[in-house]
């Protein structure tokens, strides 16, 4: 093995060699017995010229590279260095091409040696990174990175990357490392040849592996011993002399903040006097501290748990890794916390066992073995949220984690986070879990009375979901495909005895999905034929006992026709299930859970085709341009008000529920309608945002807009391009632009696709660039003058500090769109008990919205935007007049775009 390695990174004038783009600059790190040894850096003259974009991004500009040498002049110099050498990347497939042709340009022999790509290692030895850029790992591992996108300062940092990788490679077990050299072959670049290294040099050393557990062939993190709670003791100071203490919190930098502390003492109130309370908290107040502090000291002084319900990870993960650990710190008593989630969300080590010796038929499977192999040398949980995987690898995981119908006490993470959460405290849970339990058989969150619901405002919508059905062509088709897999490979199990009830049940499924396919088709033929579709994407709403036509009779008939198919294929599977196959965890396991979930959705889906159930609304989606049997059906309760008061409010003792946006006008009237708390009268208040708004954040409102209701949508997506093209040139900053729906983001990127050539900004689009909106938004903090046009995912839970955003731009007041078929059905229920729809739902659901979407901008005391609203409705109509009633108190300017923009840039600079 060579012990070799050059690592390069390279800029170029854009990203394809064979479209003729050229290197600018190079930068190498020669590494050898893990030390940088040689370092060489140069620009270089592409002859021609540097797009704008790549300036902004690289900040090499013309002037930079005018005088420097071509790359043929280097060439012989670069391959001197690279000779005999491993080529080490941050993403190998990008650099190596450049570098390939431009040797070929200067005549010299292309680069033949192994390769190793520091993406894929940095997946593998860190599976919990948050991110595989460059900068991010640097961060994450503390090395210092002072000029990202130069490839001199790129190459550096890459290079102790590779080193830091390789010392965390050398760490794990031998079993560890065994079994991802059995892998390797599988991954693009040559891993394997590290491995053999790093294998041979550990076997030739005593067993010096750290203290592992093994489970089937596995290693496992040694589990933690439990603490010893025999010394458990009580609070050793009351919330009241808490807050009365000085300073009030002993941490580095806290500023006391008013609203915080009025907060804590209102929550220990609604906790300590069992009542039901809504808590809305401006953004910066503190919100998280303001109800652990008072859960903390209650569950303590009164031996009661509370349980905290968030809606999303990310709160969760912030709740653990930055509050928890405060709240230790100025807790005067000992705190048990625990996290729990519903079974789906943690590994099962069986499947995974299973999954590990089946043949790696591709890439992603590969690398989801090697990244869970590594992982379960550092996972207490178990929770599969905590790994960082491929899109393409997203639906294998899934399928390992613990089955609904598992038994939970076979699977060694699920059992010991419930465990744990049975001693605790206080515990920490989803929504979703948080629903489950209230109508489930058999809860998993142990028995509590007192509950804080953070993120309330998505509560709603979390119980729509979970007591909701939903069914596509894709789950169907996965779920089968699944079955099928497992069957097959039973049956080359059994080569020597085939085995008839095997035959019997491939038959079965074969015919199982021929005629789902039937009826998915005809299902989307039959939504486009009833709804034309809106941007691409139709949204049909279907009851029952009202479609007619003959179509539908067939659709009925294919999906009872599926029903039987599912239950008979159930039935010549049953003296397989019931076979006494070898292996802890065989495949009549896996074929028993599969079919268990089949038959569910087969059951949903004559439910949702077939059954009249008042108070629920039902729909199909279909893609205009999607695959012939691409279709979803949906189902959703319209009011879950009575359920809330019946079911949770009863129920607990006290409630709280908190977020930044739960009052519309200043009042809580909707949110305790919505939710079914107007008979309980909770405790209502209101605590103000400690920012400045008035000094932070100014609001203009362009009068030369077209109003949205008097003109085609086609025709607004156009003034709306026109004018945050006129925003971004203007303003030169990173633009956060928001639409209400994407037929209407869709029209404005394709009108300013005519305009944005040549602009110096970079233009990101949600649902027009592949990826999450997380890698979107990290796309757009790479440059300094960006646009990001972002629809749902964006209104809330965005965090854009600082310099990270200047300006918002709301497209258009956030109403619901008009083919909503869950808002459609709402407002005919609201119009039944003779109430206006309008005022009552579509109005306080726009403010809502409204304020989510603004609140991206301030995030700091130290932030400064300017919001455009180009809806002129906001000024212009009489219910305009809700939205900014909505809004802290801060200066609004109206007139044309132009005066606007001048007005914008003097308030910023």
Known sequence: MATRFVIIDLETTGNGPKKGDRIIQLGMAVVEDGLIVERFASFFNPEQPIPLFIQQLTNINEEMVEGAPLFADKAGEIAALMHGAYFVAHNVDFDLPFLQAELERAGWPPFSGPTIDTVELARIVLPTAESYKLGDLARQLGLHHNRPHQADSDAEVTAKLFIALLKRLSRLPLMTLEQLRGLARHLKSDIYLLLDAVIAKKRNKAPADRAVAVYRGIALKQPAPEPDESDRRPALASFAAFCEQEPPLPLPGYKRRAGQWEMMRLVYEALSTSQHALIEAGTGLGKSLAYLIPAAFFACEQQERVVISTHTLQLQEQLIRRDWPVLRQIAPFPLRVAVLKGKQNYLSLDKFASFLSEPSDTYDAALLKCQVLVWLLETDSGDLDELNVSSGARLLLSALAIGEEEDGGRHHFFARAKERSERADVVITNHALLLHDLTGPAPLLPPFRHLIIDEAHRLEDAAARCFGEQISYVSFRLLTAKIAQTIAKWQEAEQDAPNGALVRCQQRLEELQFEGDELFRLLRRYALDKKPARAGRCRYRFSPTDEQSRAWQAAVELCWRLRDLAAALSAEAKPLLSADTSGDFPPSALLSADLAALNRQMAALVRLLTEKEPGVVRWIEADEKGAANAVRLYSQPVD????????????????????????????????????????????????????????????????????????????????????????????????????????????TVDALKTEEEGEPFVLIAQGVQSGSPAKLLRTFLQFEHAVLFGTSSFWEGVDLPGSALDVLVIARLPFAPPDDPVMEAKSERIRLEGGDPFSELALPEAVLRFKQGFGRLIRTEDDKGAVFVLDRRLLASPYGADFLASLPPLSVHEGALSELLDKAETWLS
Do not use: H, N, W
Not at 672 to 689: I, N, T, V
Not at 697 to 724: G, R, T
Not at 726 to 734: F, K, P, S, V
């Open 640 to 747: 879950l008000a009575d359920f809330f008061a019946d079911q949770l409010f009863m129920k607990k003792r006290s409630v709280v529920l908190t977020s930044a946006t739960l009052t519309v006008r200043g009042r809580f009237t909707y949110m305790a309608a919505r939710l079914g708390l107007e008979d309980f009268y909770p405790l209502c208040r209101s605590f103000p945002s400690p920012f400045r708004y008035e000094e932070q954040a100014a609001l203009f409102v362009p009068a030369d807009m077209p109003l949205v209701s008097a003109v085609p949508l086609e025709d607004y997506a156009e003034a709306v391009a026109a004018s945050v093209l006129a925003i971004a040139r203007r303003l030169g900053r990173r633009v956060l632009v928001l639409f209400p729906s994407y037929e209407l983001l869709k029209l």
